[in-house]
């Protein structure tokens, strides 16, 4: 199934991508494209935290979701939705959400993606990933934004324009550290209509495919 990504970027670096141990927490609108996206690239090994289920209000956005499994957890959609793309893959769900309490129960990763919602699972995943020397990424706001043109991947000091950022800024600077993590961000203004989270596909789907985009890219870079 992989031939033509094979073809594309070689059997040495496709056999690097089947190598890697891959965390990633979070499975929704973010997070369920960079599922998607690392499946259809030959990744064979990942872990997946979510504790949430799928909600009719997801339908708008999140790949894995549709009228027929809501009310499921997402984890087990995810699943399912992977071994149907490659059945040979290698894929741990918990549902359960990432916190200062388990975190030290993580294994080994070659990589974690950090797609929740949750600042201080992003503050527990950031200091994990510090501590054990283990690169990261981490999806910021997509919420209220409606433009996947101002999408991009940056150092979290080089941000702007995200309140979520800010926020993360501060807290890490407290704690001296992941100041130059990467991020998945989006320079659009958060469009101010209310206090729901209002959200469509675009950024949240363009966010997961640079996500992945970039593993992939850092992979094959990767001595």
Known sequence: MFNRLIELIGIDNFKKIQE???????????GGFIFEALIRSGIKNITIYDKDKIDITNLNRQIITNKKNIGKYKVKEAFKRAKQINEDINLK???ENISSENINDLENFDYIIDACDDIKAKVALIKYATQN???????LGTGKRLSSNHILIKKLSNTCNDPLAKKLRVILKKENIGKDITVA???E???QNGKNISSAIFTPAITGIKIANFIIEDIIKSS
């Open 93 to 95: 769900i918990k549902i």
């Open 189 to 191: 203004l958060p469009i």
């Open 185 to 187: 961000y989006s320079e």
């Open 133 to 139: 020397n283990i690169k990261i990424i981490s999806a």
């Open 20 to 30: 890697k141990n891959i965390l990633l927490v979070g499975c929704g609108g973010v």
